[in-house]
C-alpha cells in the first residue's frame, strides 16, 4: 500500500513536469525530496537537543546543580564511581564467572542508569579540579570529548545488557572488557592517577 502511494505520488508529479516514463523517479521530486528531508532535519534539530537523550551542558556553577557546594558535587561523583567501579565487578563475577544473566539484570540496569552523562556530567561542575579531586583541569577546556566519553561508555553498556538478555556470555564477557576499555580511555585523558 505505502509502495503504491508512494509510486502514485511520483507518477503524478513527474507526469505534471511532463516526463513520460510513468513510476519512474523525475529528478526534481528526488531534489524536492531531500530538500524537505533537510528542512525537517533543521527543524527537529533544536527540538532534539532539548531532550534527555544528549549530554548535559557544562555546569558553569553550583546554582546550575542539585548540589550545595562544589565540595559536595566531587565527594559525590568520587562515591559515584566507586559504586560503579564496584558495579562493573560485580556483574563480572555474575556474567563471566557464574553465567547467570537473571541475577545481573537489576546490576545492568543500575549501571545503566548510573554510568551515564545524565547522572555523572551534573556533578563536574566548572573548574572542580585540584584538591580533594583528581580530575583534569582540561576537562573544562574540553567539554564535548570529555561528555562524549561518557557516551561511549553508555553504548558499551548497551552492547552489554543486549548480550546478557541473549545469555550470550562469550558476547557479555567481550561486553565487559570494552567497558572497562572505556572508562580506562577517559581516564587516561582526564583523571591523575
Ligand atoms: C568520560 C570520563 C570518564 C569515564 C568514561 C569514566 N570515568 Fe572514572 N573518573 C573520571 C574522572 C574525571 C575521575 C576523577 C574524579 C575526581 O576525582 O574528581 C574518575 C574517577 C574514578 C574513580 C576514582 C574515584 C575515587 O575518588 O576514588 C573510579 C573508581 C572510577 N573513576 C571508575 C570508573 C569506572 C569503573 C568507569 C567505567 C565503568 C569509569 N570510571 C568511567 C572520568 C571518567
Known amino acids: 500500500m505505502q509502495r503504491y502511494l508512494k509510486h502514485r505520488y511520483f507518477?503524478?508529479?513527474?507526469?505534471?513536469?511532463?516526463?513520460?516514463?510513468?513510476?519512474?523517479?523525475?529528478?526534481?521530486?528526488?531534489?524536492?525530496?531531500a530538500l524537505y528531508i533537510g528542512?525537517?532535519?533543521?527543524?527537529?534539530a533544536p527540538i532534539t537537543w532539548a531532550t534527555d537523550d544528549t549530554t548535559?551542558?557544562?555546569?558553569?556553577?553550583?546554582?546550575?546543580?542539585?548540589?550545595?557546594?562544589?565540595?559536595?558535587?566531587?565527594?559525590?561523583?568520587?562515591e559515584e564511581l566507586k559504586d560503579i567501579e564496584s558495579l562493573v565487578r560485580q556483574l563480572r563475577f555474575d556474567l563471566v564467572n557464574n553465567q547467570d544473566a537473571e541475577e545481573a539484570a537489576p546490576r545492568l540496569l543500575e549501571l545503566q542508569e548510573r554510568a551515564s552523562a545524565n547522572n555523572l556530567l551534573p556533578a563536574f561542575i566548572a573548574g572542580t579540579h585540584?584538591?580533594?579531586?583528581?580530575?583534569?583541569?582540561?576537562i573544562w577546556?574540553?567539554?564535548?570529548?570529555?561528555?562524549?566519553?561518557?557516551?561511549?561508555?553508555?553504548?558499551?553498556?548497551?552492547?552489554?545488557?543486549?548480550?546478557?538478555?541473549?545469555?550470550?556470555?562469550?558476547?557479555?564477557?567481550?561486553?565487559?572488557?570494552?567497558?572497562?576499555a572505556s572508562?580506562?580511555?577517559?581516564?587516561?585523558?582526564?583523571?591523575?592517577?
Open 56 to 78: 548535559p551542558a557544562m555546569p558553569h556553577s553550583v546554582d546550575n546543580t542539585s548540589f550545595t557546594s562544589e565540595r559536595e558535587a566531587v565527594v559525590w561523583r568520587r
Open 39 to 44: 528542512l525537517a532535519l533543521l527543524l527537529c
Open 141 to 180: 577546556e574540553e567539554w564535548d570529548d570529555f561528555a562524549a566519553g561518557f557516551v561511549d561508555l553508555e553504548g558499551k553498556v548497551a552492547t552489554l545488557i543486549e548480550a546478557a538478555n541473549q545469555e550470550d556470555y562469550r558476547a557479555a564477557a567481550r561486553a565487559l572488557s570494552e567497558v572497562g
Open 183 to 193: 572508562c580506562k580511555s577517559c581516564h587516561r585523558a582526564y583523571r591523575y592517577n
Open 130 to 138: 585540584g584538591t580533594g579531586s583528581e580530575a583534569r583541569a582540561s
Open 11 to 33: 507518477k503524478h508529479r513527474c507526469a505534471k513536469q511532463r516526463i513520460q516514463r510513468p513510476g519512474a523517479l523525475c529528478k526534481s521530486a528526488l531534489h524536492k525530496g
